[in-house]
């Protein structure tokens, strides 16, 4: 189960072009969101801690004009939380437009100075932080995407071809570059992009 609290009840409007931006509360993800906002999206920001989300929200919610902002508890690693955030857009009637899988984090120690079980478990983290997270989001909506037209965007890290010191972290984003592709020609034969 999810350790994060129950997500708020969001309801975007029916029309215009809707943003689904994970991790939307910080960094990369709310730079994200603020670009989508200007482009003219929605935007429905999901996160694990509800205070950065709600001050995300009232910050672009401050320049959005008739665009609506939106947020919601979400642990997009947790199947059952991304379950329950498809249901509840598609009891909305709401299609998805843009879906940025943002969300990801570094790895913790992962040089095996711990011992065999610290590294299993710390591999098996970062891979579910950076891989399991984009697959479960995009999963989870892929049926709520707008088609033809509909964009899913995957956060990678040039770590992933350079490499770097986090060898986990490295596996993670290299696992989505190969992923990407592979995404990347099957919702391309069914109109998304
Ligand atoms: N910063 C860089 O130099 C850099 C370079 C290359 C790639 N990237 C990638 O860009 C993305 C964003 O990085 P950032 O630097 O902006 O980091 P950040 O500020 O730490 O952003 C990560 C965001 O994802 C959310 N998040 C993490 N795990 C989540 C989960 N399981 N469910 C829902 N939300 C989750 C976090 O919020 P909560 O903790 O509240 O959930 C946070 O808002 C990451 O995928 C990162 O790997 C970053």
Do not use: F
Not at 73 to 83: C, G, N, R
């Amino acid at each position: 189960m999810s350790s994060a609290p129950q997500g708020t009840c969001v309801q975007p409007p029916a029309g215009g072009r809707l943003a689904v931006v994970s991790g939307g509360g910080t960094g990369i993800g709310r730079a994200s969101a603020a670009a989508l906002l200007v482009a003219g999206c929605h935007l429905l920001l999901l996160g694990r801690r509800r205070q950065l989300l709600e001050s995300a929200v009232a910050a672009l919610g401050a320049e959005a004009g008739d665009r609506w902002v939106g947020s919601r508890v979400v642990d997009v690693s947790e199947p059952s939380d991304v379950a329950e955030l498809a249901s509840h857009l598609r009891a909305t009637g709401r299609r998805v437009d843009v879906l940025v899988n943002n969300a990801g984090s570094p790895a913790a120690s992962t040089h095996g100075d711990k011992g065999l079980a610290a590294l299993s478990s710390s591999w098996l983290e970062t891979y579910r932080a950076n891989v399991v997270s984009a697959v479960l989001l995009t999963s989870g909506l892929e049926p709520l995407l707008t088609r033809p037209g509909g964009r899913v965007v995957l956060l990678g890290s040039t770590a992933g071809l350079t490499g770097g010191a986090s060898p986990a972290y490295v596996a993670a984003k290299a696992a989505l570059h190969g992923w990407v592709l592979t995404l990347a020609g099957r919702l391309g034969r069914t109109a998304s992009r």
